[in-house]
């Protein structure tokens, strides 16, 4: 956000009635699951068609999804885009999303769900602090008031943490989180929600990144890759784009992709990626995407105008509706591989300040919530997780499942080039000479 095995349920018929919330005709959506580098419902190949959905932006933090009138309201306008999927970038992990969510299953619709607030997050000038017991206790509270529905199709564990060369020396505290919550779920015996990470708009290090995600044992990597994309500015094409360079590039990686934000507004927005996104030219590598945004925030990215109670529809919105309408998905699985090996760890170079695979252990006062869960969360009005809980004490390279883990990692590069994912005041001095100089909070 700009500036901030498979379960398959049956469909239940509730009711007839056509007006959502108790009386609507819940669907019970099935689970989407991964297999090798697609997502899949049943046997089914699924593509994201989606849109990113914070109302209020990064300035007024609420959650969307907890406001049933207000739910109910934007649902409606989802069904008209034709959209399957939504993202929310922050929720309440102590309200009720029932209603909603049953709202948005009856529509058909998706959730992919950043599991961090503003308060309760990886801090990119002091991550080795901010990684810590009461962060994670946020971040199992959110997993444990979303994962009963099935159509949760996704946990983020960040967003746009790494924003340049210099900041990638905290990826490791982004990885180990996304460890922790895929360790969490299983613990908690849960069905395997995907989780992954939704990486910033850099090329210096997109591909670095996604490679970093899905290197190592199977238990540290992340289930899926997706990236912020504003390359296409209409008009333009595949190749004008660079669009067919990023399908070239990721041609062997072997989980699914996707755009987490895209639509450039540099010029009129006519959406007219949608096409190729859901090509067979595209298909074989990405899984679809998300547009930013829904509702119109300052930025001239809105499909939407929110004005009080009262929704106006934008020249952007038709254009997108009209590009869905206009695309269908291919035929058969879309071209995707079925068994692909993992990534090799990316090597440290200018751009890439990460020196060894080992990533920090659990913090040991967190191994609790693995057997215990983690109890009520603290909401968006909790007084915060960045300097308050106990940090990690070591480093492992899989789980940790005493929190200990075995302590300072060592490899040929570290001796040479020293640890910079071990002291976190390196990771403060790379980011202190970044553009990005302000943000030290991360969604």
């Known amino acids: 956000m700009k500036g901030l095995g498979a379960i398959i349920s049956t469909t239940v018929a509730l009711s007839a009635a056509g007006a959502m919330g108790a009386s609507v005709e819940r669907r019970s959506l099935p689970a989407v699951t991964v297999k090798g580098s697609a997502f899949f419902t049943g046997n089914n190949r699924f593509y994201i068609r989606g849109v990113d959905y914070q109302p209020g932006g990064s300035s ?19 069904k008209k885009l034709g959209v ?22 009856a ?15 990886l801090n990119r000038l002091e991550p080795a602090i901010s990684y810590n017991d009461v962060y994670l206790q946020s971040v199992f509270a959110t997993v444990d008031a979303f994962a009963k529905y099935s159509n ?30 895929r360790q969490y779920i299983k613990a908690r015996g849960y069905r395997q929600i995907p989780v992954g990470y939704s990486a910033a708009d850099v090329s210096q290090n997109r591909k670095q990144m996604a490679e970093y995600m899905n290197c190592g044992p199977d238990e540290v990597r992340s289930d899926f890759f997706a990236f912020n994309d504003y390359s296409w500015c209409d008009p333009s094409s595949f190749t004008t784009s660079g669009w067919d360079q990023k ?14 934000e895209y639509g450039c507004n540099t010029n009129t927005r006519k959406f007219e990626e949608v096409t190729s996104l859901y090509s067979t030219s595209m298909t074989p590598v990405f899984s679809g995407g998300l547009v930013y945004e829904y509702s119109e925030e300052g930025t001239k990215y809105g499909l939407v105008k929110i004005d009080g109670g009262d929704v106006n529809e934008l020249p952007d919105f038709d254009a997108l509706k009209d590009a869905f309408a206009a695309t269908s998905n291919p035929n058969g699985d879309g071209g995707y591989k ?20 080992a990533l920090p252990s659990l913090p040991s006062p967190a191994q609790k919530y693995m057997t215990s869960g983690a109890g009520a969360g603290p909401g968006l009005g909790g007084p915060g997780s960045q300097t308050a809980g106990t940090p990690s004490t ?50």
């Not at 007024?60 to 989802?78: G, H, M, N, S, Y």
């Open 107 to 121: 529509a058909g619709i998706y959730l992919v769900l950043d599991v961090n607030t503003p308060k309760y997050s």
């Open 60 to 78: 007024l933090v609420v959650d969307p999804i907890a406001d049933e009138t207000q739910c109910k309201r934007d649902i409606a306008e989802f």
């Open 84 to 105: 399957n999927t939504v993202r929310v970038y922050s929720v309440d992990n102590t309200a009720n999303h029932d209603t909603c969510m049953s709202a948005l299953d």
């Open 152 to 181: 949760v199709l996704a946990f983020f564990s960040g967003n746009e943490v790494i924003n340049d060369g210099a900041s990638t020396s905290c990826a490791p505290y982004v990885k180990a989180v996304t460890r922790d919550m």
């Open 394 to 443: 070591g480093f492992t390279n899989g789980l940790s499942p005493s929190g200990s883990g075995s302590g300072k990692p060592k490899s040929a590069a570290s001796s040479l080039r020293g640890d910079m994912i071990i002291t976190p005041v390196w990771c403060a001095v790379l980011v202190l000479t970044s553009s990005f100089l302000g943000a030290a909070t991360f969604l």
């Open 247 to 260: 399908v070239k590039n990721f041609s062997d990686y072997s989980i699914p992709l996707f755009l987490s």
């Open 338 to 357: 079925s068994n692909g090996s993992p990534s090799k760890c990316p090597p440290a170079s200018s751009d890439w300040n990460v020196t060894t695979e």
